[in-house]
């Protein structure tokens, strides 16, 4: 990653946050995991990383990169990874998931999310990378992408999505069902910009 070009795209859609002092919650897909911890490296983010065996090295990588990792996911010590994520934002810090794993389907959003962005009244923004040229382990459930070396790697920031805590049980189908969308539409914008790098 280190020889990468990396472009980051709606960086606009955080600055009135960073102003205003509002901490927030990255959304990245899980086949965004490598990259992702890459790329917020240093920041002290509050990562979620499964309390599975494998979730142990995608945590030891959060925590060589500067970041701190939350154990736990929507099929293991989830309500206790939701408490810490709850107050390390309450906290100022940032925090970021994976909404889709640690199982999948791959880009189907799992509650959690919702629930952590509603009880700290952060907002959720969508977050995705693809590299002009990259790596896919296409045996994997999620098809992780690994950028290649000397390639482009686009970061795209969506519009940061607030949910309402009286709303999480009211609206929450519907809720899922748009920042769902809302991150499929930050999916497509970067994989345009990766595959227009391909003709430039």
């Known amino acids: 990653m280190i020889t990468c070009r990396v472009q980051r795209i709606g960086e606009e859609n955080i600055e009135k946050l960073k102003t205003q002092g509002q901490p927030w919650i990255y959304a990245a897909w899980h086949d965004n995991t490598a990259a992702a911890v890459w790329a917020e490296r240093g920041q002290g983010v509050a990562m979620m990383a499964s309390a599975s065996e494998d979730g142990e ?20 010590a989830g309500d206790k990874a939701v408490r810490d994520m709850v107050r390390a934002l309450r906290a100022g810090r940032l925090a970021a998931v ?14 959690g999310a919702l629930w952590i962005a509603g009880l700290s009244a952060c907002p959720l923004v969508p977050y995705h990378i693809e590299a002009s040229r990259q790596w896919v382990l ?6 992780h992408k690994i950028p290649k070396p000397f390639s482009t790697v686009y970061v795209s920031i969506g519009e940061p999505f607030f949910v309402e805590r009286k709303q999480l ?28 790098s391909h003709n430039l």
């Open 98 to 111: 994976t909404p889709d794993g640690p199982r999948g389907p791959k880009y189907q959003l799992q509650p």
């Open 57 to 76: 090295l995608i945590a030891r990588g959060i925590a060589a990169f500067g970041n701190e990792p939350i154990r736990g996911s929507s099929s293991a």
């Open 138 to 143: 296409k045996k994997s459930w999620d098809q």
């Open 169 to 196: 049980r009211s609206k929450f189908e519907a809720m899922i069902n748009e920042f769902e969308q809302r991150m499929m539409e930050n999916v497509a914008r970067c994989n345009q910009l990766a595959v227009g």
